[in-house]
């Protein structure tokens, strides 16, 4: 009689790759995120690699122009590094690929999400991402944030300059209009200093403001010259939305935005905190 053999689990693992290429990319690393030329020592106790171990790597670099040594003998990338990444960012835009993955934010923080440029009548929508958790507002393709009462208002004129935000703040303050759609007190020094606390923690939140019931946190996503492309807005219902420097909604909308500047070739100021 025939026994039935168990049936084996096949166990799953990672892909195995080339261990030199593995620790190639370490060394390039290491020298992406240098401030400066490195010497053979510092940039050997930065990889925990001996001297003798990682010449080898840095002789093939050379060769391929991935690597450079300086008059001083001081290692740097190289031409081809450049290359590279400038075919990188040529590739890169930055709608194109925050509008690809901004469906998985929403979810994630079961939120609104509104992605908006600078356009000729201020900070612009162009595209909104609902969440599976449908939340009703009135946040539409088109329309228009206001400077002086929206997170999203307040990130713009953070991080564009001031010869061309200011002018848009004063022409919001004197439409009767736009008043109409959200009457509250306006101070501009006030609303300057504000601006410089957005610019100094890298976001911005509202409260009930400019529709009350509904509450909003906004950051930026910056290029490789540190230029604000757009900012995204994480929207819904004040109950539901938790504005903690630490919470859910901001510590996950900075995580993506930051990504998203990084891949675009922005490098945050040394010291910056992560999201």
């Given amino acids: 009689m025939n026994e039935q053999l168990p049936t084996l689990k096949r166990k799953t693992s990672a892909p195995r790759g080339v261990q030199s290429i593995d620790t190639g990319g370490i060394i390039l690393k290491a020298l992406a995120n240098a401030r400066g030329p490195l010497k053979l020592r510092d940039l050997a106790e ?7 171990q990682l010449h080898p790597y840095l002789v093939s670099f050379r060769k391929m122009g991935m690597v450079e040594q300086t008059e ?7 031409a081809f590094a450049l290359h590279l990444g400038l075919t990188r960012l040529r590739n890169q835009n ?3 690929e925050t509008v690809s993955r901004v469906a998985s934010l929403a979810d994630d923080l079961q939120l609104m999400i509104a992605v908006t440029v600078w356009g ?4 612009t929508i ?4 609902e969440s599976s958790a449908r939340i009703h507002a009135n946040v539409q ?3 228009i944030f206001l400077m002086t ?11 564009l300059p001031l010869s061309i935000t200011q002018p848009m703040v004063r022409q919001e303050r004197s439409d009767r209009t736009l008043l109409e759609r959200g009457p509250f007190e306006f101070d501009e020094t006030r609303y300057w200093d504000d601006v410089e606390r957005v610019r100094a923690r890298g976001f911005e939140t509202t409260r009930d403001l400019p529709i009350p019931g509904v509450s909003a946190v906004a950051a930026p996503v910056f290029d490789h010259t ?3 492309q757009l900012a995204l807005t994480a929207i819904g219902p004040t109950s539901m939305i938790d504005l903690a420097d630490h919470g859910p909604a901001v510590t996950g909308l900075l995580r993506f935005t930051r990504r998203m500047s990084s891949e675009l070739g922005h490098r945050e100021p040394t010291g910056a905190e992560g999201g």
């Fill in 120 to 123: 000729l009548h201020g900070p």
């Fill in 126 to 129: 162009v595209y909104v991402q």
């Fill in 72 to 78: 001083a003998g001081h290692y740097q990338l190289g």
């Fill in 46 to 52: 930065l990889t925990d690699m001996a001297a003798a």
């Fill in 141 to 143: 393709v088109g329309n």
């Fill in 226 to 228: 540190g230029k604000i």
């Fill in 149 to 159: 009462a929206t997170a999203t208002g307040k990130v713009f004129a953070a991080y």
């Fill in 94 to 96: 930055a709608y194109r």
